[in-house]
């Protein structure tokens, strides 16, 4: 377990978790609302090389940042049942070549993601989390 104290330096454990990472790796982020979920996909987009803009995409569900291997970047907090995963190609992203990080994998049911890493982020104050790798 690491704890982290800023935005930056969850962001920068993202970065150093990175290097573990190979194509066809699935991440799953849990945590609550704003416990940082999203600033670790940042960090970790940015361990693989990508120098664009991370964003939650909450409402897209799915954002795909071209990088080698790509990235997808997929919020299942909004879905409804497990048979929307079906309609995003959820099996496609996370079979691919590519690296899956997912968001609210809980949202997913008995639906199998192919998670090769979990990660939990606890928020224990404010400004203070909780990251642990299962």
Known sequence: MVKTC??????????SFAKNLKPGDTVALE???????TTLCRGICKG???????????????????????????DLYRLKNA????????EDLTASKGIALIEWPQ??????LN???????KMTSENERE???K
């Open 83 to 90: 048979s929307d995963l079906q309609d995003i190609g959820i």
């Open 107 to 112: 949202m997913a049911g008995k639906f199998p």
């Open 131 to 133: 990251i642990a790798v």
């Open 48 to 74: 693989l090389g990508f120098s664009g803009t991370v964003n939650s995409p909450s409402y897209a569900i799915v954002h795909e940042y071209p990088n080698k291997p790509p990235i997808y970047h997929i």
């Open 31 to 37: 945590g609550d609302l704003g416990s940082g979920k």
């Open 115 to 121: 998670i090769t890493h979990r990660i939990s982020i």
């Open 6 to 15: 800023e935005e930056t330096q969850t962001e920068a454990w993202g970065v």
